[in-house]
């Protein structure tokens, strides 16, 4: 059974995933706490996940490698649309937050400002280069 990497990669992130999301459901289904430990694993194997079944090798000619101009322009216009998502995600929660406990939460305040910033200043100091 030969596949390629990608497919190798896929399947063992799959099969992780499957695992530890459902490990993680069980513990919320029975009541214990689903911690830091938990969140951040699903997080992990989903990104590897995702990671394994978007990118393929040059060598194996199974989808668009990072290296190649496809890949770098993937990169690049993912990259931008998820930021502006994460931070649509950051308000979803500062209105949530606010409305379901009526409080402000400040650190998440302060993050969603930051958030505002990073992108114009990432784009001033790269653009510093080409001057």
Not at 54 to 73: I, V
């Amino acid at each position: 059974m030969k596949g390629t990497t990608r497919q190798w990669g896929a399947a063992i992130f799959g099969m992780a995933s499957v695992i530890i999301i459902g490990f993680t459901i069980y513990k919320w289904i029975i009541g214990d706490t689903v911690s830091f430990n938990e969140i951040m694993s699903c997080s992990i194997v989903l990104s590897s996940l995702l990671s394994a079944i978007t990118w393929g090798s040059r060598e194996e000619g199974d989808g668009p490698s990072q290296e190649d101009e496809l890949g770098q322009h993937i990169t690049y216009k993912s990259a931008k649309i998820s930021y502006f998502v994460l931070m649509a995600l950051l308000l979803l929660a500062l209105v949530a937050d606010k409305w379901i406990f009526g409080r402000e939460n400040m650190t998440l305040l302060l993050v969603f400002a930051i958030s505002m910033i990073v992108l114009p200043l990432t784009e001033w100091i790269v653009s510093k280069q080409y001057r």
